[in-house]
């Protein structure tokens, strides 16, 4: 079953869905104006009633490649790759998107998010997913209600988690390669959205109370390689002079306060570990977090100028922060990455015993 998440007068995805070569029959689920979240909480209820042996939530911005031939389509790998777990889950199919952009996973979301995962997502906020139809119940149990409201924000983090806490597995396929228009708005793109982290932060930090009630023996890379799309360059001059000003100014605000003497990945493990308190103040938390992180960033764009862009420096960098936030937390990890596989332009799909 599709849940398509577009707009109600586009057409692409219930088109393209209904000419590709997926197996079986299959029905399109459309909910003109519903908008991802409430889409994707009617969909899998719906899913549940007729019961779906496999459901795919598509991205309403940018849909999944179903028109693409099936050995190039992510969507295809995505459902061979659910087919071929050993507890079928959920795969996510990550888009593809210049370094700059994706800022908020890169220093964040990632780390932040292993400890419950158990592995290192491309992108936490996971819009496109393919999912077996024995882990929607699991989606939907109510003791998944404060991370489900994450789906309203427009992202599928929450619904990974509850996955992954019912002890199936959850992978994720090289990413998808935008359209050509697509990409070109996305290099202009603010790559510091306050909004973007309100929604996504205060689910990612409700993630950390979560203990997964199925740890893999595979220990967790603290990096994980993203396509290699731009990422010797920098981003368009206007837009990493208005970067650089926003995180001047959190800085400021940063040092003013008492305990401003935190550096990172300590300010990240204190918001860890101050989400797992009984009765924590999230959104608190993620409001001191988000600048922090932006106070980190600042110093580190201009390390990442320095070097020529997201370079091996500024990889190195990302990995050393990432896997001592790790060991902190008392993650797995795995063992020290190369140069080479810091380098590389290019995605690790899977985690081994992830899916």
């Not at 099936?70 to 790998?77: I, P």
């Not at 990422?231 to 100014?249: D, K």
């Not at 493990?269 to 993620?286: F, G, V, Y």
Request: glycine content about 8%; charged content about 15%.
């Amino acid at each position: 079953m599709l849940v398509d998440t577009s707009a109600a007068k586009d057409d692409r995805t219930r088109t393209a869905f209904q000419n590709a070569r997926l197996w079986g029959s299959r029905v399109e689920l459309t909910l003109p104006g519903a908008g991802w979240g409430a889409a994707v909480a009617r969909g899998l209820r719906h899913a549940a009633q007729v019961g779906a042996e496999e459901v795919v939530l598509a991205d309403p911005v940018v849909p999944a490649d179903l028109n693409a031939p099936a050995a190039e389509s992510r969507l295809a790998v995505a459902l061979r790759q659910l087919r071929e777990q050993d507890r079928p889950g959920v795969v996510c199919s990550p888009l593809a998107a210049p370094w700059w952009q994706r800022l908020l996973a890169i220093h964040v979301l990632r780390p932040l998010c292993a400890p419950t995962l158990g592995f290192t997502l491309v992108d936490p906020q996971a819009r496109t997913i393919v999912m077996s139809g024995d882990a929607v119940p699991d989606v939907l149990a109510p003791s998944w209600g404060l991370v489900r409201m994450g789906w309203e924000h427009g992202h599928g983090l929450g619904l990974l988690a509850a996955v992954r806490d019912a002890g199936l597995d959850v992978g994720q396929t090289s990413p998808r390669i935008p359209h050509p228009e697509a990409f070109a708005l996305s290099l202009n793109r603010d790559p510091v959205d306050r909004g973007e982290a309100s929604a996504v932060l205060p689910i990612a930090l409700r993630l950390a109370s979560v203990a997964p009630s199925v740890r893999d023996a595979a220990p967790v890379m603290p990096w994980v390689a993203d396509l290699g799309l731009v990422q010797g360059q920098l981003p368009p001059p206007e837009v990493f002079t208005a970067m650089l000003t926003q995180c001047s100014r959190a800085a400021q605000v940063v040092a003013s306060r008492p305990g401003a003497a935190a550096g990172w990945p300590e300010s990240l493990l204190n918001s860890w570990h101050a989400a797992r308190a009984l009765r924590a103040d999230i959104h608190a938390i993620a409001e001191r977090l988000w600048l922090t992180y932006l106070a980190r960033l600042g110093p580190w764009l201009r390390f990442g100028a320095s070097a020529g862009g997201y370079a091996l420096p500024a990889r190195h960098s990302v990995a050393a922060a990432a896997r001592q936030f790790l060991l902190a937390t008392g993650t797995p990890v795995a063992a020290e990455q190369s140069a080479e596989d810091l380098g590389a332009e290019r995605i690790v799909p899977s985690v081994p015993g992830t899916g």
